[in-house]
């Protein structure tokens, strides 16, 4: 069996990632926060640049100016949490309905990062922002 490259496992992860929504004080899979917006939506964050672990303390402060970013398109923005199956690995973000998917791309770079979800009434959408 041929083994993977770095950046399939990679793919592997996010594939794999369950992804928790706050909404008020109700915590919401993507499915349930689909069924309530019917309409589609993206996950964001500026946490840990190409994968490289940052501090709590760094990781809140480019997700904060990711924020204050993303207010000006947007009036509902939601927090997030992707997590991986095992709970080794979590990334905080930012949940946004609708949108300009190039403009997201386009922040997901300037806050080095490799993805962005996705998610429609057909289910999960990674897409690549390298």
Not at 7 to 30: F, H, M, P
Not at 53 to 68: A, F, G, T
Not at 71 to 83: F, H, M, P, R, T
Request: charged fraction near 25%; include cysteine; hydrophobic fraction near 35%.
């Amino acid at each position: 069996m041929k083994n993977k490259s770095k950046e399939n496992l990679l793919w592997d992860a996010y594939n794999e990632t369950s992804v928790e929504i706050s909404l008020g004080d109700k915590v919401l899979t993507e499915n349930q926060l689909q069924s309530l917006w019917r309409q589609d939506f993206f996950m964001i964050t500026a946490s840990n640049p190409f994968s490289q672990r940052l501090s709590i303390e760094e990781n809140k402060s480019r997700n904060e100016e990711l924020r204050v970013l993303l207010s000006q398109d947007y009036v509902e923005i939601l927090a997030g949490i992707g997590k991986s199956p095992n709970g080794t690995w979590a990334e905080e973000g930012w949940v946004v309905r609708g949108g300009d998917e190039a403009k997201l791309i386009s922040l997901a770079k300037k806050f080095q990062q490799n993805a962005i979800f996705k998610f429609t009434s057909s289910g999960r959408e990674i897409i690549n922002c390298q």
